[in-house]
């Protein structure tokens, strides 16, 4: 079986905002723990990716209009 990014992301915000376990979840949509595991690995290197490139972005903005 194959889901959209949207289902994916639906499933991992279950697990990160309401608390719920893995197992739960997979037992409650008939997923396999394994990818659901992967799918929270792929969220947090996104998340993480993404404050990372805000961050620069913030840095590059305050670098090229210095005050003072």
């Known amino acids: 079986r194959s889901f ?3 289902f994916k992301l639906q499933i991992v ?9 893995v197992a739960q ?3 409650d949509h008939g ?7 992967r799918w929270l690995e ?4 996104v998340r993480i990716h993404a404050h990372a490139v ?10 090229a209009h210095p005050t003072g």
């Open 25 to 27: 979840v997979c037992r």
């Open 54 to 63: 805000q961050t620069f972005k913030q840095r590059v903005r305050i670098n």
């Open 4 to 6: 959209d990014a949207e």
């Open 42 to 45: 792929q969220f947090c290197r």
């Open 31 to 37: 997923l396999i723990d394994s990818a659901v595991r």
């Open 13 to 21: 915000q279950m697990i990160r905002e309401q608390s719920l376990s």
